[in-house]
């Protein structure tokens, strides 16, 4: 094994997360978007229309969650639900003006939040992280691999 076998790198993930989290918090409070909002806001931009379970499954976030988020960003005015025309059990979600006009100012919030946590990185040693982290994704989700170990 090498060094550092005493130390998880779960604690880190987990305090990198609650860290980006009060970060990303405060530079959406002004827009009234919560750090477990803004995520849908983003997929929504992306890829409209698009049902409300079909952005469940994009962003593997589970249905009651994805629901709440909606209900809060449609309180807010920034997202609109229209019955879908092809299958009316389903709702198409839409961003409205006023989510349109919000979507770059949360892009350059989060933008300010990920420079801050590349300060001291280079771009090739961003990207070995990043890999690494799918790396450590895929060897926890993947039932093959867990099933071989």
Do not use: C, W
Request: aromatic fraction near 6%; proline fraction near 3%; avoid cysteine.
């Amino acid at each position: 094994m090498g060094s550092g076998t005493s130390e998880s790198h779960g604690q880190y993930i987990s305090a990198i997360y609650r860290h980006m989290q009060v970060l990303i918090s405060a530079e959406l409070a002004p827009f009234r978007i919560g750090s477990g909002q803004y995520i849908f806001l983003m997929a929504i931009s992306f890829q409209q229309p698009i049902t409300q379970k079909a952005l469940s499954e994009k962003l593997l976030i589970d249905k009651t969650t994805t629901a709440k988020a909606i209900a809060k960003l449609e309180a807010e005015g920034y997202v609109r639900r229209e019955a879908d025309p092809a299958d009316n059990r389903y709702h198409l979600l839409y961003l409205t003006d006023s989510g349109r006009e919000v979507v770059p100012k949360v892009h350059e919030a989060l933008g300010r939040v990920k420079s801050k946590t590349r300060k001291g990185i280079t771009d090739e040693e961003y990207d070995m992280l990043l890999g690494l982290l799918k790396t450590v994704l895929r060897n926890l989700v993947d039932p093959e691999e867990t099933e071989s170990h």
